[in-house]
């Protein structure tokens, strides 16, 4: 198994096919994947590269971090494992019942 990448700040007209070609330079690509708004689909200028070897994926760190990459300075560093995000729940946030509280008597209403 690769060494998966974060890759921050690209461009919203790059495509997989762009950002595969330009870490090809760096070595093997395994997989490209950018990320995108799940209800408009636009991407959301950034995305994960895996590359086969953990060799490769420093040789990309140390060769594109900072880079110029469609008028963009990207971001490349090694990609942080997913955590499980809370689904909702949680706790008191405030709001309360709805009703004013207006020192005991309710005006106007």
């Known amino acids: 198994m690769g060494t998966k990448l974060f ?23 395994e997989s490209v994947k950018i990320i995108t ?5 636009q991407p959301r ?12 994926a420093k040789n990309a760190i140390a060769t594109l971090n900072g880079a110029a990459f469609k008028e963009r300075n990207i971001t490349v560093s090694e990609a942080k494992p997913r955590t ?3 689904g909702g ?6 709001g309360g019942s709805g009703r004013r509280h207006s020192g005991g008597r309710d005006r106007g209403r």
């Open 45 to 56: 200028g950034f995305g994960f590269v895996e590359m086969s070897t953990s060799e490769e």
């Open 7 to 29: 890759v921050g700040n690209l461009s919203y007209q790059a495509s997989e096919q762009d950002v595969t070609e330009l870490f090809s330079q760096a070595g093997t690509v």
């Open 89 to 94: 729940g949680g706790g008191n946030r405030g």
């Open 37 to 41: 708004d799940t209800y408009t689909g």
């Open 84 to 86: 499980e995000r809370g």
